[in-house]
């Protein structure tokens, strides 16, 4: 019988557009949309143009091109900036079970080898991307929340899986050589948590994973070999040293290539960790049904799971953007005063606010062992009350965040959202042409249209 590992190997391998289904091919655009968007708007970060320098700085072969930049670098370079710049502002793709920002590390990786390699088509390109996301996703279910409790970054241990998928599909490799690329990647895992307290790296993590996987899979074709059974070994294997004793392997192959996961990637809406959404969306809703604003309130009391008090939950104390983007009183505090949580409400001067700050100091996060006991799908759940001064107690309570496949954005809203961080960097003008040639990728001989318009 073949193993887990081989199994998602060869799927990887084979995987062409012929075999996915269209709503998931039409989803997987979105997805590529945003991303890019995204991307663009992170050019014009300082994390983006650090990155960019540094890479230009160490020069090699002209191979694949810096999102929002100029110059080409060998491909697992661009995949470190690019991979950067999607995830740089905390607003990029979210797939809620395993915790994986997907097309951080998968459409970077795909891009780059599609530029290194010359002539492949776009139809190519979305296939590669989707099998690239579907092994990050499903090693992700696989072990849970777990790996983030621990203090684990999942784009960072998930990433170079994903990115190793997608770029040995588009290198051609056989099965044997596409396990060895899944395998050198998910031993590259890596990533910690606390960059979230104050750091730029935290970007980064899904730029090296991006890069990890690239170069995973041009080893793999030059021969490197990895472990056979990556996956499923108990001890030193990935599901079981990232998700412990309980690390379902099942999920790793469980109608894989009917069952596309890629299709319940979400769509994040504000500009901050995806487990201050269920909290954005429950002031934005007392906010508007009872017109408070923050002189109306005495404190806010925040329930919810333990891993969000761990992840998002620590009392706020004015440091560096990642902090704030990843912090939940702060992300209170913004929406209860501004109405909204995008990017005007992370800015470097907003951090340091008077009145978010005073604000944010009168929300308290509290695990509730209730909320724990939903287990993975209920990790966002969140109970609020409002207290105000005159008394009221106003409740909201929120399982679902707006932008996850429960509580998804329309067609429309994405592409508005695209369009807001696109023409950031490249205009309205860039940013149409940037649409239609996306919308219409499966129909082009190659990408340079695409690349070119980046």
């Known amino acids: 019988m073949k193993t887990p590992t081989e199994i998602l190997s060869e799927f990887c391998a084979s995987l062409s557009l012929s075999k996915i289904p269209g709503e998931v091919i039409d989803h997987a ?35 694949a091109s810096l999102w929002g930049m100029l110059g080409k670098v060998p491909a697992a ?146 021969g490197l070999t990895g472990i056979d059974t990556v996956f499923e070994n108990d001890y030193g294997g990935f599901c079981k040293t ?75 104390e004015p440091g560096s953007l990642t902090s704030a983007q990843m912090n939940l009183p702060y992300a209170a505090a913004v929406t209860l005063l501004d109405g909204e949580a995008f990017i005007d409400q992370y800015s470097q001067a907003n951090t340091h606010n008077l009145d978010v700050i005073a604000l944010a100091k009168r929300v308290s996060v509290t695990p509730a062992p209730d909320l724990d006991a939903q287990g993975g799908p209920g990790r966002h759940t969140v109970r609020i009350i409002v207290s105000t001064k005159d008394g009221r107690n106003l409740e909201a309570e929120r399982t679902h965040a707006k932008g996850s496949p429960a509580y998804p954005l329309t067609r429309n809203e994405v592409i508005e959202k695209f369009y807001r961080l696109a023409k950031t960097r490249i205009g309205s003008d860039g940013a149409a042409n940037l649409y239609d040639c996306v919308m219409d990728l499966e129909n082009k001989p190659d990408i340079k249209s695409l690349t070119g318009l980046l």
């Open 242 to 316: 990232f998700g412990g004793p309980d690390a379902n392997i099942d999920l790793l192959t469980d109608g894989l290539g009917e069952e596309f996961e890629t299709a319940n990637i979400g769509f994040k809406c504000y500009a901050a960790c995806g487990s201050t959404h269920t909290t954005i969306d429950a002031i934005k809703e007392l906010r508007n049904d009872h017109k408070i604003t923050a002189d109306d309130v005495e404190r806010i009391d925040v329930e919810a799971t333990t891993v969000t008090k761990l992840h998002v939950g620590f009392p706020y």
């Open 77 to 222: 370079n661009a995949a470190l900036v690019n991979g950067t710049l999607v995830h740089s502002f905390e607003l990029d793709d979210l797939h809620k079970s395993s915790i994986l920002h997907p097309t951080s590390v998968a459409l970077p990786a795909a891009i780059a080898i599609a530029q290194s390699t010359g002539l492949t088509s776009g139809a190519n390109v979305i296939a590669a991307y989707i099998g690239g996301t579907e092994a990050g996703i499903r090693a992700g279910n696989c072990v849970g929340v777990k790996q983030l409790s621990d203090g684990f970054h999942p784009t960072g241990t998930l990433g170079p899986i994903a990115a190793a998928g997608a770029a040995g599909n588009l290198l051609g490799l056989s099965t044997e050589q596409m396990l060895h690329a899944l395998s050198i990647g998910a031993t590259q895992a890596a990533g910690l948590m606390s960059a979230q307290f104050e750091s730029m790296v935290k970007r980064v993590h899904a730029g090296r994973a991006a890069q990890s996987g690239v170069m995973a899979a041009e080893l793999a074709q030059r």
């Open 29 to 63: 655009k979105l997805c590529i949309l945003d991303g890019l968007g995204c991307a663009l708007f992170g050019a014009g970060l300082d994390c983006g143009q650090i990155l960019g320098s540094y890479v230009r700085d160490v020069g090699g072969r002209a191979e």
